[in-house]
């Protein structure tokens, strides 16, 4: 008779959870569970509510993926696109909220990548991997000093009873062909938990870009100019695998253990035209070139971590241990022909690259809890790391089936760095008033080596600095319900520079464009202070004043008809940003999140010879509409604005695109038919014009295969149990910067 009861009750419950549907809610903490129902079989009751897709919180933004129709169609660099918040440039690198140097961790441990290798990474994660997304703009002293901002990407893990798992199948057309395949699996009895995630993605792409590029005397008058297209066609393709284990050891301790293997291919065709004219636009020759590129990269993970509470009252202690091993193999054969005005050729050249790398990478870390009277509690903790990286950059001259290695251009690069860090955060609660202050210690020791040859002289640097990292959080609710809080923060942040900035090494890209490291860069600074309003679910706004010091800036030089790309610190900057978000329902079947950001960024400072001032203003405006036709059918409607903006030395003019996706649930709820459609009219392009070149100018337009129609497959599987097991976080963060470019 009670166990009848008690299925009764949860299907009044079931069907009340279904009856309401909201884009974004506040999700409360499951209640513990009664001891006596661990043995209650709920296999008769489906409990089918929807996840929302933004939950907003004082401390972070929480995205479920889930609720994102596309994201089974979709990479995992794909799904950041489309997630409210999160810009991608076309390098790949990702900024959240308009502020770039963001910190992405997976399952809070930080994958060590960033710029292309974190593109190329991301990529081959498909998107049905994933469970949530997490967007912290503010981090506490708790989190690594590095970064302006951090993504945590959550993936699936499940810790219901017995053998569950889900299959997401994704395939995607635009100009080529992709798909993103993934499988999630576990198994949970008693003090054993086990899970694995599979990915396996294929996607061929491609990329145009046009330059004009014009060259001046020092009077202003027009000297030459160069008509150049870049063609570039690529297949990827990645694996990915994710093993780990929680053991239960008792009701206050878990252990656990992550294994994780990343393997990819990228094979690329790369070819460009050139056409050189004079000042009065006269043809004086004719270049044309290609390169063959084939990568291979190989990534393993492992983590060990621990978690003990030794009371009920919030006292605790975690620890992690982790290893991580990159080996990377590249390969380029490339060739270049120039021609005269008639079709005679000039001269012919063909040149090889072999370019390996190995990184490993060792850290530790603890964290302690020690809760105190009166809803106050201390946190303190400690960090260590190191890296070791290894870059051979080898270039070789091809004569027909002879190879001769030119030591000339040739490159062995060294990279140690030791970072360890303390922190202490103290935190108090009254009825209203909530304060945090916390700070954070990070010393810095770095070693550089660039192994000399017979051509080459060898070089070698050291640094070694130590950073304070304060930060401040005080909250205030402006109701007895706290429906209308308000948060005033200032917190201090810094961004070292990518290793493979720092590497001299200088890498031919076409005739006329070239790109190098540079050893002497700087650790780039910022201050932030920021006053959050939050309304419930309804309205959260943010108006923030962010200044910058030693900018790590990507500066363009121009000799003669060379463009050459490398990093360098200029003076310093700023930014004040408004960001709002509204989500709300103008008819029971339709939701609504409007997110608007709008920033004045300055820039002040000098480019080798060159002076840059120069202010913008910048908007973002991201519309997402979501549509409940019946307990099975879905649909999502969403635009995203982006108007002009400034990246280094380029402005890029305003651009928008639109994606849509429908959804019928299958088998019960428990499968689904997914329709996702991307750009829809091919309009995220890129118009870019130079700032402050000396001598020179250049407009370039940009576009790639984003046009696209994805068909998904979604199964959710395995006999669900209602167990009581524990329940623990895994936050034991691994927050340190990755800097691999």
């Known amino acids: 008779m009670k166990t009848i009861c008690i299925l009764l009750i949860l299907k009044m419950l079931c069907s009340q ?32 509510s929807k996840k929302p897709l933004i939950v907003l919180e004082i401390d972070k933004t929480v995205v479920n993926v889930e609720a994102m129709i596309s994201a089974s169609t979709s990479n995992t660099l794909e799904v950041l696109e489309k997630t409210p918040g999160i810009s991608v440039n076309s390098s790949g690198e990702i900024s959240l909220n308009g502020r ?20 190329a990474y991301l990529k081959s994660i498909p998107g049905g991997n994933l469970d949530k997304i997490e967007l912290i703009d503010n981090p506490s002293a708790k989190y690594d000093a590095s970064g302006n901002a951090i993504i945590n990407i959550r993936l699936k893990k499940n810790r219901i009873g017995g053998f569950t798992g889900n299959v997401a199948l994704g395939v995607s057309q635009g100009k080529y062909a992709r798909n993103n395949d993934a499988v999630n699996l576990n198994y949970n009895h008693k003090k054993l938990n086990l899970f694995a995630n599979l990915g396996y993605n294929y996607e061929k792409n491609y990329r145009k870009d046009h330059f004009d590029r014009r060259f001046f005397n020092e009077a202003g008058a027009l000297t030459s100019m160069v008509d150049l297209q870049n063609n570039f066609v690529f297949k990827d393709r990645g694996l990915n695998a994710n093993f780990g284990m929680d053991f239960t050891a008792s009701s206050k301790t878990v252990y656990g253990v992550i294994f994780n293997v990343n393997k990819g291919t990228r094979n690329g065709m790369f070819d460009y035209k050139s056409i050189d004219y004079d000042s009065t636009h006269h043809l004086e020759r004719i270049g044309k070139g290609d390169t063959k590129a084939r990568d291979t990269r190989t990534n393993l993970g492992f983590n060990l971590n621990m978690q003990h509470k030794f009371d009920n009252k919030g006292k605790e202690l975690s620890a992690d241990i982790n290893y991580l091993n990159y080996q990377s193999n590249g390969n380029q054969h490339l060739q270049n022909f120039t021609y005269a005005p008639e079709g005679a050729l000039l001269g012919h050249e063909q040149f090889r690259y072999v370019i390996p790398a190995s990184i490993d990478i060792y850290t530790v870390k603890a964290d302690y809890v020690y809760p105190l009277k009166n809803k106050a509690r201390i946190e303190a903790g400690f960090k260590s790391s190191i890296v070791d990286n290894d870059n051979v950059n080898q270039f070789y001259n091809v004569n027909g089936a002879e190879q001769t290695i030119d030591n000339s251009q040739s490159n062995h690069f060294k990279y140690h760095e030791n970072i360890n860090a303390l922190y202490l955060n103290g935190q108090k609660s009254w009825k209203r008033l909530g304060v945090q202050l916390g700070l954070r210690m990070e010393n810095t020791m770095v070693r550089g080596e660039q192994l ?20 401040a959080f005080i909250s205030y609710k402006l109701d007895t319900l706290g429906n209308n809080t308000l948060v005033l923060m200032a917190v201090r942040r810094i961004t070292r520079p990518n290793y493979q900035l720092l590497n001299p090494f200088l890498f031919y890209r076409d005739r006329y464009s070239y790109t190098s490291g540079n050893p002497l860069l700087n650790p780039q600074y910022q201050s932030r202070i920021e006053l959050k309003y939050q309304h419930k679910q309804f309205l959260n706004m943010g108006l923030s004043y962010n200044k910058f010091s030693d900018l790590i800036f990507q500066t363009t030089e121009a000799v003669d008809d060379i463009f050459t790309t490398r990093p360098k610190n200029i003076a310093g900057g700023f930014m004040l940003l408004l960001n709002t978000t509204v989500s709300t329902s103008p008819a029971k079947w339709w939701n609504l999140n409007y997110t608007a950001r709008l920033s004045h960024i300055g820039i002040n400072g000098r480019v080798y010879t060159e002076n840059l001032h120069f202010d913008v203003n910048i908007l973002r405006l991201e519309v997402n509409n979501y549509f409940t036709f019946g307990s099975n059918w879905n649909a999502e409607l969403g635009g995203y604005y982006a108007s002009r903006d400034m990246n280094g030395q380029t402005l890029t003019r305003g651009m928008y695109r639109v994606n849509s996706g429908v959804q019928k649930k299958i088998w019960k709820g428990k499968g689904s038919l997914r329709v996702a459609f991307d750009d829809l009219f091919h309009s995220w392009i890129y118009n870019n014009r130079s700032l402050s070149l000396k001598q020179s100018e250049y407009f370039q337009t940009s576009e790639s295969d984003t046009q696209r129609i994805s068909l998904a497959m979604t199964y959710r599987f395995g006999k669900d149990a209602f167990a009581r097991k524990r329940r623990h976080n895994n936050n034991a963060l691994d927050e340190e910067k990755g800097r691999i470019e």
């Open 17 to 48: 959870t279904m009856a309401q549907t909201p884009a974004v809610q506040t999700i409360p903490a499951p209640e513990k569970a009664p001891e006596k129902a661990k043995d209650v079989n709920l296999n008769e009751v489906v409990i089918t």
């Open 100 to 119: 770039n140097g963001v910190l992405v961790l997976i399952d809070g441990k930080n994958n060590y990548m960033s710029g292309q290798d974190l593109a």
């Open 452 to 471: 000399g040859n017979n051509e080459v002289k060898g070089s070698r640097f050291t640094k070694n600095y130590t950073g304070l990292f304060p930060g």
